[in-house]
Nanobody, 120 residues
Framework: QVQLVESGGGLVQAGGSLRLSCAAS????????MTWYRQAPGKERELVAG???????NYADSVRGRFTISSDSAKITVYLQMNSLKPEDTAVYYC??????????????WGQGTQVTVSS
């Protein structure tokens, strides 16, 4: 089993910055990919940014140039640096990790979610 603990959410004014963290622990052989999603009230969950174990990244168009995803594989932690925040970035942010517990076992795990609120 794998546990994910998110931190770093909060309330910030438009134009401000926040840094989210998602730390993994448990039965981890290899982390294949780390992804941040968000879900605003009344909307579907959407992909924000992702990073593979090879270091490749991808971003939603709405955040490209403002958000940066990174990982510290030694600590099995993924970060989301969010700059120039806008009120429309307000949402609950979730991390998702694609984890191999062995050569044969591979699962996706979700964090508990962290609230980000951007005031205008």
């Amino acid at each position: 089993q794998v546990q994910l603990v998110e931190s770093g959410g909060g309330l910030v004014q438009a134009g401000g910055s926040l840094r989210l963290s998602c730390a993994a622990s448990g039965s981890i052989f290899r982390i294949n990919a780390m992804t941040w999603y968000r879900q605003a009230p009344g909307k579907e969950r959407e992909l924000v940014a992702g990073i593979t174990n090879g270091g490749g990244t991808n971003y939603a168009d709405s955040v490209r140039g403002r958000f940066t995803i990174s990982s510290d594989s030694a600590k099995i932690t993924v970060y989301l640096q969010m700059n120039s925040l806008k009120p429309e970035d307000t949402a609950v942010y979730y991390c998702n990790l694609d984890v191999s517990s062995s050569y044969l076992v591979r699962n996706a795990y979700w964090g508990q979610g962290t609230q980000v609120t951007v005031s205008s």
